[in-house]
């Protein structure tokens, strides 16, 4: 099998780590990993397959003096915008976990569960984007049940873990607990605009004209372009103290009655996904459970009390693999299957 040179661009993020440990778990066929980050890494190294490499800086002429074959792409929306046509001229196949190209037309957003085909659609312009952390663990629960049984309208609210704003979120939580235990008055706020320590923030992101926050809009336009789907859709996106995985209550409107028996039904044959709903022994998703894994955990399916034709559940993911990383590497092995032919 042919091995590649492989870049990762943001190769001491939160991200970016995560893809580096999952393509060593996978053995995904590499020559070489290249780790790039910003001048602040030059100096410090990261260990792939026992193997110390050192991080090198990213600059426009890297990707075609190392062959770069695939970059995966984790260092935020302006670096993708300024480094990622070099990727791309220098003929490397680009997968961007940045918002930065989601929605241009000429470039695939993909979950690969939900709509692999789409991934040969690269060629237009030599990028794949993995969407949003919230709509990918998202999308993979609704995309069977929409096959199934037609949505009419969805609604979601969303529990993000700190660490869907990468480090620097992290560690915001835990000096803001350590300074409230150590009852600290003058204790700094971290990167959120609120404390985060002992509070929740019903915003991430940016407000837009609409009263929607930029992370919002993102579910509900990524949402419609990976499912091909125009069904109805509304996010409220809150930030919780939470380290790890994104949690949503999900209620989708179908247009006839279905039974939570159904959708356990469907959602038990669905691609990566896992129904643990037993509530008589206080079983459910929680992001302790789904934390290090690449499922998405599925519980609490129920009726709505009033019209049969919706359902409750709610829905776990470890948002930096699931939601980033793991999505981002399942894309290059099905880009092998199917987009290099
Ligand atoms: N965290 C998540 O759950 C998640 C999920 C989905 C998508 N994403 C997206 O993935 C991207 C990275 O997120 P993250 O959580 O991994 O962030 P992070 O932990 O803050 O890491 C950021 C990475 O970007 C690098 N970087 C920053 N400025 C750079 C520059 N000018 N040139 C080259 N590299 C630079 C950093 O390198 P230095 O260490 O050298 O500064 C670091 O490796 C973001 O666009 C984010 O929206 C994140």
Not at 145 to 161: E, G, M
Not at 187 to 197: C, E, L, N, R, S
Not at 224 to 244: G, Q, Y
Not at 274 to 293: E, F, G, R, W
């Amino acid at each position: 099998m042919k091995e590649f040179i492989v870049a990762i661009v943001g190769a001491s993020g939160a991200v970016g780590e995560e893809i580096i440990s999952i393509l060593e778990e996978q053995n995904f066929p590499i020559k070489k990993l290249i780790p790039l980050a910003s001048k602040r890494s030059v100096g410090k190294e990261i260990i792939f397959k026992g193997d110390r490499i050192p991080i090198q800086e990213t600059t426009h002429t890297i990707f075609k003096d190392e062959n770069i074959e695939i970059a995966f792409f984790s260092a935020g929306g302006s670096v993708s915008s300024e480094f990622v046509p070099s990727a791309t001229d220098s003929g490397a196949l680009v997968i961007d976990n940045t918002s930065h190209f989601r929605m241009h037309e000429n470039v695939p957003l993909v979950v690969p569960e939900v709509n692999p085909d789409d991934i040969k659609l690269w060629k237009n312009s030599g990028i794949i984007a993995n969407p949003n952390c919230s709509t990918i663990q998202m999308v993979q629960v609704l995309s069977p049940l929409h096959k199934q049984f037609n949505i009419k309208r969805v609604d979601v609210s969303t529990y993000q873990a700190v660490s869907g704003a990468g480090k620097k979120g992290m560690e915001s939580l835990i000096n803001e607990t350590k300074d409230f235990i150590n009852g600290d008055e003058k204790a700094k706020i971290g990167v959120f605009p609120h404390k985060i320590a002992f509070n929740l923030i019903p915003q991430i992101d940016i407000f837009l004209d609409n009263s929607y926050t930029k992370e919002e809009m993102k579910m509900i336009k990524e949402t419609s372009k990976i499912m091909h789907s125009n069904f109805e859709i509304s996010a409220t996106c809150v930030r919780v103290p939470v380290l790890r995985s994104h949690s949503e209550a999900i209620s989708i409107r179908f247009d006839k009655k279905v039974s939570p028996n159904e959708i356990r039904e469907v959602l038990n044959n669905a691609e990566n996904i896992i129904v643990i709903d037993d509530i008589n022994h206080s079983k459910y998703p929680m992001p302790s459970l789904a934390t290090m894994s690449d499922n998405t955990f599925v519980g609490r399916i129920r009726s709505d009390y009033f019209d049969k034709n919706t359902i409750h559940l709610f829905c776990v993911a470890d948002q930096i693999r699931v939601g980033a990383a793991t999505n981002a590497v399942r894309i290059a092995k099905k880009w092998l299957d199917i987009g290099l032919k």
